[in-house]
């Protein structure tokens, strides 16, 4: 009986190990395939120069499979709420429903743009992406031990990949250039943080790493809403 058990618990721990694969599987390719969106969108960016408005929408749409497995894998629309709100209504946790889905296709469109908009000098793209990515890579090492830790185990797996391939393009992008990343690399990087932010449960920590990025993104608003001329490769 007792020889039964445990073999019966070794094939159910090799089962939920199993299940974790397929998750995480499943979790990795609908990233992947949000990221080539943009990347097939950053290429005909480059080819036809495309206005600002299909700019905000097909990042929208290049989000739907991130958003699609956020809602099937994990459903979590809660957000906790900072202080000193829980003291003045009593409550430590707000619903947000549908709005933390647009919540979060906004974010996958700000990301890529982004990076975008913070362009234009040889190095720039590729060396803002590599401090956002250490930055996340630190992030996940240090929260391996907390309870959250599949999630920051999954955005190691995204996050590496993309360090080494990023340190090889700024190793041709540095000035004086040999290779010019377009807006091809801008998307790519841009959806790559916005998939780690979302399947890894760290949105509001992302959003702290593009503080930078925010902040450039303040001095364009008067060139991106045509309030004065904006050259085609410029930074504020």
Not at 12 to 22: E, N, P, Q, R, V
Request: aromatic share 14%; hydrophobic share 50%; net charge neutral.
């Amino acid at each position: 009986s007792s020889g039964k058990n445990a073999e019966y618990g070794v094939l159910h721990s090799k089962d939920d190990a199993s299940s974790t694969m397929l998750s995480n599987l499943s979790l990795y390719l609908r990233a992947l395939l949000s990221i080539c969106c943009m990347i097939l969108l950053g290429f005909t960016d480059d080819v036809l120069n495309l206005r600002w408005r299909h700019k905000l929408v097909l990042p929208t749409i290049a989000s739907l499979p991130i958003l699609m497995v956020y809602y099937v894998t994990y459903g979590n629309t809660n957000i906790v709420l900072p202080f000193p709100v829980p003291q003045l209504l009593n409550v430590n946790v707000f619903d947000l429903g549908i709005l933390y889905y647009v919540y979060m296709g906004m974010l996958a469109v700000f990301c890529t743009n982004a990076i975008n908009i913070l362009a234009g000098v040889n190095g720039v793209e590729c060396g803002q992406s590599i401090v956002i990515a250490v930055s996340v890579l630190i992030n996940s090492l240090i929260n391996l031990n907390a309870d959250c830790w599949p999630e920051h185990m999954f955005s190691l797996y995204l996050v590496c990949p993309f360090i080494g391939v990023s340190c090889a393009v700024l190793y041709y992008n540095w000035y004086p250039s040999k290779v010019f990343v377009g807006d091809t690399f801008c998307y790519f990087a841009g959806m790559t943080f916005a998939a780690l932010g979302i399947l890894g449960h760290f949105s509001k920590t992302m959003l702290m790493f593009f503080i930078p990025q925010i902040f450039n993104f303040v001095l364009s608003v008067p060139q991106l809403f045509h309030f004065v001329p904006s050259p085609r490769h410029r930074l504020p």
